[in-house]
């Protein structure tokens, strides 16, 4: 049941070699779950195939969770000396997330999941940055039985769908994004319109568009301090918006989905309307009590524009919680924007997205019906 598929085996290809960059001798470290050793050693196997160092840190499920029990989540985040040293030694990292029963981790409640985390994070990505560690988050491993059906997708199409988008080309991304940022430069208006009754006028911020093609970016000023790791899939242009120019309406036709730990609430059937640059009002098809809980919870510049990303990537297509990476797909957020290089700093962050929009600059179309112009 551990065997790659052929597909989990191309995209591992493509990871390795393509996105990664991995060079004979390199050590790479995998970090695996039960759910995801398929694809965990279908990595290893690619690194080795290029002449890496692959070692694989496995944690299975049904001791991750004994220890729970035994109310030991604190200690779960304490990591052992050969890990930290094997950390210290890595020149590159590949993470997928678990454990596989995302239903039980939920029940768990935001608290002790930190217990969790706090261990392990600030240190982990303080030691990543002193070494120039580069690597990646798996996307993969948020297919889980559990979540899909709680989602109510298909969690073999969904696992495909992440690992088509695997398959896209990092440099055929990075041209495209380096485009739409370079008629950036100079734009002062951005119209988003669709014919299902999108239409939106915002304004770019003071501060340089990101382009996520998959690559890390480690030691790079550009990016945030956690960007030695990428995403995979990956593939948008990020840019922090003008919090005081928001004109219209946005509508989506894709889900969106809490910014947490683990995505666990989704929203459908989104609307949000603005005048004067503020927020007038929001609606949901699926989902509304609870982004109206957490909105009314907001600090100040929750009413206002966050950032606006723009996908890159050819291969995805309405693949759950990757929707803002589609070619041509248009997420528009409220709330906080300091991690894209603005200056909202709301605690509070909210989105819709919409595929197959037209955006413009400054009246010169950049995007349309999900291709990059």
């Avoid at 890496?52 to 049904?62: H, K, S, T, V």
């Avoid at 059906?149 to 073999?156: D, E, K, L, Q």
């Amino acid at each position: 049941m551990n065997v790659p598929s052929s597909l989990e085996r191309s995209a591992a290809r493509n990871l390795v070699a393509r996105y990664l960059r991995v060079k004979p001798d390199e050590n790479v470290v995998v970090e695996a779950w039960d759910h995801t050793l398929p694809m965990s050693t279908a990595l290893v196997d690619e690194v080795r195939r290029v002449g890496g160092r692959a070692f694989l840190a496995y944690e299975p499920d049904e001791a991750w969770w004994r220890s729970v029990e035994r109310g030991q989540t604190k200690r779960l985040g304490r990591l052992s000396d050969p890990e930290w040293a094997a950390i210290a030694a890595a020149n590159v990292y590949l993470q997928f997330w678990g454990p596989a029963d995302s239903a039980r981790l939920e029940r768990l409640g935001d608290s002790r999941v930190d217990e969790w985390g706090d261990g392990w994070f600030q240190r982990w990505y303080s030691l990543a940055r002193t070494t120039g560690l580069r690597g990646g988050r798996m996307a993969v491993g948020w297919v889980t039985e559990s979540r899909a059906r709680h989602w109510g997708v298909n969690a073999a199409r969904w696992r495909s769908a992440l690992l088509e988008g695997c398959l896209a080309d990092p440099e055929e991304m990075a041209q495209s994004g380096r485009r739409l940022a370079g008629r950036l430069v100079r734009t002062k208006t951005i119209r988003i319109t669709h014919p299902n009754g999108t239409d939106l006028e915002v304004a770019p911020a003071r501060a340089p568009p990101r382009v996520y093609e998959g690559y890390p970016h480690p030691a790079d000023s550009r990016y945030s301090e956690y960007d030695m790791l990428g995403n995979f899939p990956d593939g948008r242009l990020r840019l922090a918006l003008d919090s005081a120019t928001a004109e219209g309406s946005i509508v989506s036709n894709r889900p969106s989905y809490d910014e947490v730990w683990f995505p666990w609430a989704t929203y459908s059937g989104g609307t949000f309307r603005f005048a004067g640059g503020r927020l007038t009002s929001f609606r949901f098809g699926a989902g509304r009590a609870r982004f109206a809980r957490n909105y009314a919870r907001g600090s100040p510049g929750k009413d206002r524009t966050g950032s606006l990303l723009i996908g890159l990537n050819p291969k995805l297509r309405d693949a759950p919680y990757v929707e803002d990476s589609e070619r041509g797909a248009v997420q528009l957020s409220i709330g906080g924007n300091t991690y894209s290089g603005g200056h909202n700093a709301s605690d509070f962050r909210g989105s819709v997205t919409l595929a197959g929009a037209e955006v413009q600059f400054d009246g010169t179309p950049v995007v349309r019906s999900g291709r990059i112009l």
